[in-house]
């Protein structure tokens, strides 16, 4: 059975949030272990990602970029990956992790917004519902987890960090999108991580030169964090792309929704966690919410509806 361009882009983005959910428990452990610091962890990703995007690039068919679309691409860097993960480690940092993971809901609702703008997709009442719905979920499982302490070493620096955050991420989706139509992921990807590494290097090379784990001999901190750089960063920014391609920018915001739910089900596949009615409930209500944004007619379905009422009155 052949896949529609749709289906394609929610199986990626359904693989990308995956990879970021086993991801978490990854980078906790390396972290609270010490083998590396928060912005050790965040550049040795982005250089990671460069060189590998670079190598890459070379067994791909070659794309040159318009002059305009370098400014696009440099700005999706800024948005997508140097804001956007700076931010959020520094916000973690700053606040609880439970704080950070409540605000991380707010994507969806800035992309659906930020999309409006400049897109000009509408906001529809079932569009609205979806997002308010999965946000809602997913706040209540990422709560009810931590048995409503969403207090604990919170801090209004680190919450509006996240925020901005998030806000980057969104504005990330929406302004890139038209590019994932004229180049490829690899070559979108080795641009926009070059970018952000030359910009954050200079100021977090000694957190990954010195990070304790290449002083250690221990084999398992370098196999989690072969899959942190592998499958969470390389992998993942070469899917999402993909996605943005094939699905709405509000759509793959609400995939973020997600991150705690997968996360959930792996810790109790774990045995780290336990199921519960409250966790069955909230992954009801992220799905209904991800179904009902895909459901909720695009900018191109109004024009399309447009369109066939005037060849109608014809």
Not at 24 to 34: A, D, E, T, V, W
Not at 58 to 75: A, G, N, P, S, Y
């Amino acid at each position: 059975m052949k896949l529609s361009q749709k289906q394609v882009g929610h199986i990626t983005m359904f693989s990308v949030v995956t990879f970021f959910a086993i991801n978490i428990p990854i980078s906790k452990y390396l972290l609270q272990s010490g083998y590396i610091s928060p912005y050790g962890l965040t550049i040795a990703r982005m250089t990671f990602a460069t060189i590998t995007f670079w190598i890459a690039s070379l067994f791909v068919t070659k794309e040159r970029i318009e002059h305009k679309d370098h400014f696009t691409i440099f700005l999706g860097g800024l948005l997508g990956i140097t804001f956007n993960q700076g931010l959020f480690i520094f916000g973690l940092n700053n606040t609880s992790p439970v704080d950070a993971s409540i605000i991380t809901t707010s994507t969806p609702l800035f992309a659906m917004v930020i999309a409006a703008l400049v897109l000009k997709e509408p906001i529809t009442s079932k569009k609205v519902s979806g997002v308010l719905l999965g946000g809602l979920g997913a706040i209540f499982l990422v709560y009810t987890s931590h048995h409503g302490d969403i207090t604990t070493d919170s801090s209004m620096k680190g919450n509006m960090a996240v925020v901005c955050s998030s806000l980057s991420y969104a504005s990330y989706l929406v302004v890139t999108r038209p590019l994932t139509s004229k180049y490829s992921s690899i070559t979108l990807m080795k641009w926009m991580f070059l970018y952000s590494t030359v910009i954050l290097l200079p100021f977090l090379y000694k957190d990954l030169v010195n990070a304790p784990l290449f002083s250690q001999s221990e084999v398992l901190p370098y196999v989690l964090i072969s899959y942190t750089l592998l499958f969470a960063t390389f992998i993942a920014y070469t899917l999402i792309p993909v996605a943005q391609k094939r699905i709405r920018a509000t759509t793959i915001s609400m995939y973020n929704n997600l991150q705690p739910l997968i996360a959930s089900f792996i810790a109790i596949g774990l045995g780290q966690d336990h199921f519960s009615a409250t966790k069955a409930l909230s992954g009801i209500m992220i799905l209904i919410g991800v179904y009902l944004v895909t459901q909720s007619k695009s900018r191109a379905d109004v024009e399309a509806e447009q369109q066939a009422t005037i060849q109608e009155s014809k």
